[in-house]
C-alpha cells in the first residue's frame, strides 16, 4: 500500500519498531529537511523521467514498464522551482539528476542550464546509463552539468547485452570517454555485480577503470527489480566484492572522511604476484556501496523526488508525499517547502534490509522499482 495523500502520515518502522518520538513535526524541530533522528538531507536526488531505453534484468522487466504521461511528468518549469525551494529554503547542497534514463528527456540542456542560473555554484551531477551521452556530454558540460556517474556492468558485449537486454556495450564506452573529455570528471562507473554473470569480472572492470583514472563503484544489488526477483543469498555482497578484488589488488581504506557519502572508499594497489602485500603505488580508488549488508542509514542525507514530484525519504519508503501536485494547485513556495519538512521528518530510521528475515515472507518489496524511483 501507498499512501499518496497530502498530509504525511505515521509509518511502522522498517526493523518493526514504532517510532518512540511523535511523527508529526514539532513547530520547534530543527530547520531544513530534519527528521525524527537528528539526520539532516542536504543531497537531493531528482528523477527527470521514469523512462528508459535499457531494461537491467536488476531494475525493469523486459517489456519495460507503463511509462507516466507527458502531463504526470515534472516540467522544466517545475524542475526548476522545486530545486529553488530546495537549494533557498530548506538547505539542499548538492543535486543528482537521475531516472529512468535522465539522458531521453528531450529538454535536458535546458533544464541543466536554468538550474545553472538560478544557483552559480550548486554541484549538479547526473547518473546515466551512458547511452547517447557521446553525443551530448560537451553540451552537457556547457549547459552546467558539474559531473557524472555512468553505470557500466561489463566490458564484454554479450554480458552487458544479457544483463541489459540491449547492445550498445560500445556506445557507452564511447559516452564514458567523452564524458571524461567533456570535463565532466571525477567520472564515477557505477557496477551491479550479478551472480554467475559478471562476478568475475570484478577485478579487470576495477584495472580497467583505474587504468583510464575512473572511480569504480560496486553496488551491492538490492530488491528494486521489477520483476521482484532479488534473493539475498544470490546477491553479491561487499564482502564477496572485496575477496573477488583481492586476487588482484589489495585493498585499504581510504583515509579521506566518508562524509556521509553512500560508498565506502579504499584506496587500490596491485598484489605483488604469489603474495598477500601490496606493490607499488597506489593506483586510485575503489568505493563498494553496501547498502543492504553494510547499511549507512544512521548517516543518510538523501531527500529523493520522483519524476512524477513525489517525496520520497527513503529508497525503501512505502509512503510518498505528493509536491508536484500540491504545487499545481497553486500552492506558494512556503506551502511546498513545509510539505516537503513534513515528509522528510518521517524518515525511517533504517531500511531493514539487513534484517535477518528479508527473505522471508513478510517482507514486502516496495511498490516502484529502482527506475520508478529514481536511484
Ligand atoms: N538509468 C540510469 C543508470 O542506469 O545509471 C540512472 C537511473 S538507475 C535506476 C541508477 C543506478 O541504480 C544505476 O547505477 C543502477 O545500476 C542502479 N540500480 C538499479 N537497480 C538497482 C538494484 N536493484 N540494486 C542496486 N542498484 C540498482
Ligand atoms: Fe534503465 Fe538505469 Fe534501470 Fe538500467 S538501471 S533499466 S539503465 S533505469
Redesign the pocket.
Known amino acids: 500500500m501507498s499512501v499518496q495523500l497530502g498530509m504525511p502520515q505515521p509509518r511502522e518502522e522498517a526493523a518493526g519498531a514504532l517510532p518512540s518520538v511523535p511523527a508529526a513535526r514539532p513547530a520547534d524541530a530543527p530547520p531544513g529537511l530534519a527528521d525524527r533522528y537528528g539526520r539532516r538531507a542536504t543531497d537531493m536526488r531528482l528523477?527527470l523521467t521514469d523512462k528508459?531505453n535499457?531494461r537491467?534484468t536488476?531494475?525493469m522487466p523486459a517489456e519495460g514498464l507503463e511509462w507516466l504521461s507527458k502531463q504526470a511528468v515534472m516540467s522544466a518549469e517545475e524542475i526548476v522551482r522545486i530545486v529553488r525551494i530546495g537549494v533557498e529554503q530548506l538547505g539542499v547542497r548538492e543535486l543528482r539528476l537521475?531516472?529512468?534514463?535522465?539522458l531521453v528527456r528531450h529538454d535536458l540542456v535546458e533544464i541543466l542550464a536554468a538550474l545553472r542560473s538560478n544557483h552559480p555554484s550548486l554541484p549538479v551531477s547526473m547518473?546515466?546509463?551512458?547511452v547517447g551521452l557521446a553525443k551530448k556530454a560537451a553540451a552537457l558540460k556547457a549547459a552546467g552539468l558539474t559531473r557524472i556517474?555512468?553505470?557500466l556492468?561489463s566490458l564484454h558485449e554479450e554480458t552487458f547485452t544479457q544483463l541489459t537486454r540491449r547492445p550498445f556495450l560500445n556506445q557507452v564506452l564511447a559516452g564514458v570517454d567523452a564524458a571524461w573529455a567533456a570535463g565532466l570528471g571525477p567520472v564515477k562507473l557505477?557496477?551491479?555485480l550479478m551472480r554467475g554473470i559478471n562476478d568475475a569480472e570484478a577485478p579487470s572492470l576495477l584495472a580497467w577503470a583505474l587504468g583510464r583514472g575512473y572511480e569504480l563503484r560496486f553496488?551491492?544489488?538490492?530488491?528494486?527489480?521489477a520483476d521482484h526477483g532479488?534473493t539475498r543469498r544470490n546477491m553479491i555482497t561487499a564482502a564477496e566484492i572485496r575477496e573477488l578484488l583481492s586476487s588482484d589488488f589489495v585493498l585499504s581504506p581510504d583515509p579521506r572522511a566518508r562524509d556521509g557519502a553512500p560508498a565506502e572508499r579504499f584506496e587500490v594497489r596491485r598484489r605483488a604476484a604469489g603474495s598477500a602485500v601490496a606493490s607499488g603505488p597506489v593506483l586510485g580508488t575503489v568505493g563498494i556501496?553496501a547498502?543492504v549488508t553494510e547499511p549507512f542509514c544512521s548517516d543518510c542525507r538523501r531527500t529523493r523526488i520522483t519524476a512524477e514530484g513525489k517525496i520520497m525519504s527513503c529508497l525503501f519508503s512505502r509512503e510518498e508525499f505528493d509536491l508536484l501536485g500540491l504545487l499545481r494547485s497553486g500552492a506558494s513556495d512556503e506551502a511546498l517547502a513545509k510539505r516537503w519538512q513534513d515528509a522528510m521528518w518521517l524518515k525511517p530510521k533504517a531500511h531493514g534490509m539487513d534484517h535477518v528475515g528479508l527473505d522471508a515472507p513478510d517482507f514486502v518489496q516496495p511498490d516502484r522499482?529502482?527506475?520508478a524511483?529514481?536511484?
Not at 553496488?219 to 527489480?225: S, Y
Open positions: 528523477s528508459c535499457l537491467c536488476y531494475c537521475t531516472g529512468g534514463e535522465p547518473t546515466t546509463n551512458g556517474n555512468v553505470s556492468d557505477n557496477a551491479v553496488i551491492e544489488q538490492m530488491p528494486l527489480d532479488w556501496i547498502s522499482s529502482m527506475s524511483i529514481g536511484g
